[in-house]
């Protein structure tokens, strides 16, 4: 079977899918990612094809005129997201269907390709299935991802999630009316599109642990969370000889790195070198961007450039992170304490389920970031050995799961 996975974003809305990809093509599938082009060599690499999609997410980051988020700068309203996320989506469309163009039999879509991908796999009339990383659908058991943390209570977070429909629809509107034109189907609103599709029980598998975020009991069936899906593993990745030399050298460091959201913010790496020497420890701060670069900052901080997570973290004594979900997954896969800074989307959600699993000794928004909290949540992360003992016991029950190998079956399903 043709697969095509379709997802758009960062590289944590890219990588797990080349992990599954890697199953579904050991299954006896031919696989093929379809993203934004910088991705192209990390899906290649794991030997699955790759198909480029258009798109600029700078344009979702960018705020008051500026490329990435500047370091404790407020989040953007929720009207600016509206209206960027637009911006983003507004050419999803027709990249998908042209990556489906040569023949596809099974769709695999995102929750960011999700509303475009319904009427491209319905023009080549192939079925689809949803591969999510966040959960989208109405529940009362938790508050919706992007409308905060706090609990409203089950009314409360139902109609909440029911309003976050809504919003996700005003980003994708035009963008579907304008590409079902195009495919030639029948003009169809998106709220119906969507609703017919929840209606017929369209399948969906979440690619994240239920010992991170069990499943709600009031989901409707075909609503499955499996367990997540770990990026593939470069074969030919090496560490630097002196990044292993720094490890070497002393106690496990501290790991701070906030992937794409924050660019060359110096105020930025004075705070985290402050901090780190504040709490008396040694830091491995990741630079996005990078290849295997390493540089010293004083003698116990050295500056990173690319490393594969499933290698990194288990090296180090707690992350500090955007927790972002892909890195929070690979911090709980490794068993290390967190200190999760958020800074917008789905990310105070997954830094609120790292407090609830007891592996964090503090959220601190990126807005009221601070030497002091920062550097006392790093003491208490690699003192206090409750962090690091449920750190390890949720770790052990992920190493349990195969959230890849459910998707294979219910592919394998959707084949039949």
């Known amino acids: 079977m043709r697969v095509l996975i379709v997802t758009a974003g960062s590289r944590g809305d890219v990588a797990p899918y080349t992990g599954l990809g890697a ?20 899906v290649t690499g794991c030997g699955l094809d790759f198909a480029p ?63 475009l991908g319904y009427s491209v796999a319905e023009r080549h009339g192939v079925p689809s299935m949803g591969a999510f990383l966040q959960p989208l659908h109405p529940t009362r058991e938790f508050p919706p991802m992007l409308l905060g943390a706090r609990s409203l209570g089950g009314w409360g977070n139902r109609n909440a999630a029911r309003l976050a429909q809504v919003i996700a629809r005003r980003v994708y509107a035009n963008a579907s009316r304008r590409l079902r034109t195009r495919l030639g189907l029948p003009p169809t609103r998106l709220h119906t599109l969507l609703e017919a599709a929840t ?41 630097p ?57 004083t003698d116990d901080v050295i500056t990173i450039g690319e490393a594969p997570h499933s290698w990194l973290f288990p090296r180090m004594a707690a992350l500090v992170h955007h927790a972002g979900c892909g890195t929070t997954a690979a911090g709980l896969r490794a068993g290390v304490p967190a200190i999760p ?40 992360a690699v003192t206090d050995p409750a962090f690091a003992d449920r750190a ?25």
């Open 341 to 380: 800074i958020p800074m917008m989307a789905d990310q105070p959600f997954w830094a609120a389920r790292l407090a609830v699993l007891g592996v964090s000794p503090d959220t601190v928004p990126a807005g009221r970031l601070d030497q002091a909290r920062l550097a006392t949540a790093i003491r208490a």
């Open 241 to 297: 000889p002196i990044l292993v030399d720094f490890l070497d050298a002393g106690p496990p460091p501290v790991y701070v790195g906030f992937g794409s959201m924050v660019g060359g913010d110096e105020r930025f790496r004075t705070l985290i070198t402050a901090a780190l020497r504040r709490a008396g420890v040694r830091g491995v701060i990741q630079v996005d961007g990078g290849a295997q670069v390493v540089r010293a900052v």
């Open 23 to 42: 199953r579904l093509q050991a299954a006896g599938h031919r696989v093929t990612v379809a993203a934004q082009p910088s991705f192209a060599a990390l």
């Open 53 to 115: 999609l258009p798109g600029d997410l700078a344009a979702l980051r960018a705020a008051g005129g500026r490329r990435r988020h500047r370091f404790g700068a407020e989040t953007r309203s929720l009207a600016g997201f509206v209206r960027l996320g637009t911006r983003f989506v507004d050419e999803l469309g027709d990249g998908i269907q042209v990556a489906a163009e040569p023949g596809v039999d099974l769709l695999l879509c995102s929750t960011t390709t999700a509303p």
């Open 199 to 239: 209606a017929r029980g369209w399948p969906i598998q979440h690619g994240f642990s239920p010992s991170v975020l069990p499943r709600p009991a009031d989901w409707r069936p075909g609503l499955e969370v499996v367990g997540y899906w770990w990026p593939a593993e470069s074969p030919g990745w090496r560490p």
């Open 392 to 416: 390890r016991a949720v770790a052990a029950r992920l190493a349990a799961e195969d959230g890849a190998g459910a998707v294979v079956r219910a592919v394998d399903r959707l084949a039949g």
